[in-house]
């Protein structure tokens, strides 16, 4: 027989040797189900914060025999995620959500390839940095009534930015101005979002772990998950389809302002063929998702900083001031001369980041990374809670304190670069996000002082303030702010208010 060269030899041990051998270190885990019983039911990103201290800046754990790689620092993440992207840029593939409820649609959760590519070309070609202040009068006039209503109305916190950022991603996506708070084109993506964080809680349907069983007849016992599925599909086919044909009927209506669907009809001479339509409604589904529940979330951490910190909220009003006067309410171009409400902003998304564990990669191919071997099929979880946490790089990590980048931009960039994802899939949506939260945080410095409520109680829980843990956006759980009209800004916001249609 002949014999091997050395180096084939030497090759296929190493191959043997890491495949079983050198993953990545992580907690002790049984045979078959792996670290089932260690994985946290809710706020995962806390619990792999801990693990972290003992096993460092990547870790492993087995699932059920699903690797999953945990990547706790912004270095190793931006090795893999970043330098590896041919590599790293899949997503993982969700049974019960993809397949069955048909979210493997969107683009978000698209594998790497050609339709992927295609669908996010849509959507990074209407939302690039150049094309972001077209779009600066909606999300100024919505910040404005944003900050009128909860003025008069403090209680509808909650219930206002959920209705004022609907507004604005609906209306760059569709060109649609959505009549109040119970229109089915804002309450029908909510509701998937809902359903999706509820189907991808780890655990809850044994089709993710089993995906054989997506097969079996839906009348046997314990297939009740096709309901489910079927019921949620639903959900998502209208919520996704419903806006883009009422788009198809009031063209002249919905280019009152510029949008995404508008834009790709028109460039592509007024008529789509079918596959381009399909791939048109899916990449828009997407950013309606993706611009809802992450901005939201951020804007109510903003709400909270402030009550929470009054003295740093008086230094950005003093700084509005001295930019804006006392003539004009504030606009987004104004952010260029404002570093310290720049820093607020970074502030608010370092210290509770809208998405801490970003949303998860798949490698889709074997691979080593300092010796570590990576399985293809590997779940890689960017820990951006612990990257945006970590006491070496953000000394006392859980004070809220914009100082700590000294008005520097390339300090908050940094937060940036890690809080809006990696590599190929990073958020295309960073831009409009900005404006969108600009906007809100200086209309409000600027004609409000937000207070914590006078209860006793409620003021309490501000200070320790829950937030859920389940699916991927982390919000705050319901809290109450006061709000005092402050300078003569505010009666300018009366006199706007008057002015727009709302
Ligand atoms: C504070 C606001 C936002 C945050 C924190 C945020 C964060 C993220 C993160 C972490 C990802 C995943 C990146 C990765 O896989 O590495 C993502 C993806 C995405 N975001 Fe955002 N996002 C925000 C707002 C928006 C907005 C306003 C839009 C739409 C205009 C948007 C559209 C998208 C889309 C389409 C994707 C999927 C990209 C892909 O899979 O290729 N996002 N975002």
């Known amino acids: 027989m002949q014999e091997l060269p050395l180096y084939v030899v030497v090759l296929g041990f190493l191959v043997i040797w890491h495949k079983s051998g050198s993953l990545p270190p992580g907690p002790r885990r049984l045979p078959i189900i792996g670290n089932v019983f260690q994985m946290p039911q809710t706020s995962p990103w806390l619990t792999f914060t801990k693990w972290a201290k003992t096993y460092g800046d990547i870790m492993h754990v087995d699932v059920v025999g699903k690797h999953m790689v945990v990547l706790n620092s912004a270095k190793v993440a931006r090795e893999l995620l970043d330098k590896r992207s041919l590599t790293y840029s899949d997503r993982p593939h969700f049974v019960m959500v993809g397949d069955l409820a048909g979210f493997s649609e969107l683009l978000v959760f698209q594998s790497y390839g050609e339709e992927w590519r295609k669908q996010r070309k849509l959507i990074a070609q209407e939302f690039t940095q150049a094309s972001a202040p077209r779009y600066y009068s909606l ?4 910040a404005r009534i944003l900050a009128w209503n909860i003025l008069r109305d403090p209680s509808s916190l909650f219930s206002q930015v959920r209705l004022r950022i609907g507004i604005n991603i609906i209306q760059v996506t569709y060109g649609y101005t959505v009549k109040g708070a119970e229109d089915p084109f804002i309450t ?3 509701q998937s979002m809902q359903n999706f964080s509820e189907g991808t809680v780890p655990g809850s349907f044994l089709v993710d772990f089993i995906p054989a069983l997506k097969y079996v007849p839906n009348w046997m016992p314990g297939a009740g998950f096709f309901q489910k599925a079927k019921a949620w599909r639903q959900v998502l086919w209208d919520a996704s389809w419903a806006p883009y044909l009422w788009l198809k009927e009031n063209q002249n209506q919905a280019i009152s302002m510029p949008n995404l669907c508008a834009s790709v009809i028109s460039d592509a001479g007024g ?19 993706g611009g809802l529940d992450s901005n939201m979330s951020t804007v109510l951490s903003f709400f909270l900083a402030m009550a929470l910190y009054p003295e740093i909220q008086s230094k950005a009003q003093a700084e509005v001031d001295a930019v804006v006067g006392f003539e004009r309410l504030p606009e987004i171009n104004d952010k260029t001369s404002l570093p310290y409400v720049r820093s607020i902003v970074t502030e608010v998304m370092r210290w509770r980041p809208a998405m801490p564990l970003g949303i998860p990669h798949a490698a889709n191919e074997d691979g080593l990374y300092n010796g570590l071997y990576i399985p293809k099929g590997s779940v890689m979880m960017a820990n951006v809670w612990n990257m945006l946490h970590d006491p070496k790089i953000y000394s006392n990590p859980s004070d809220f304190n914009p100082d700590r980048y000294k008005n520097l931009d390339s300090e908050m960039q940094k937060v940036f670069d890690v809080l809006f994802g990696f590599g190929r899939r990073a958020c295309p949506g ?7 939260i600009f906007a809100i945080v200086l209309t409000l410095l600027a004609t409000c002082d937000i207070l914590p409520p006078t209860n006793e109680e409620a003021r309490a829980t501000l200070n320790n303030l829950p937030y859920t843990g389940v699916g991927i956006i982390s919000f705050p759980e ?10 003569s800004r505010a009666s300018l916001l009366a006199d706007v208010i008057e002015s727009l249609d709302c």
């Open 139 to 142: 999300q100024e006039s919505q």
């Open 188 to 190: 029908g993506p909510l």
């Open 271 to 289: 008529e789509l063929s079918r596959e381009e339509e399909t791939r048109l409604v899916w990449a828009a589904s997407t950013v309606m998702g």
């Open 430 to 436: 960073f831009h409009f996000a900005e404006g969108t």
């Open 478 to 487: 319901n809290f109450e702010v006061r709000l005092k009209p402050r300078s």
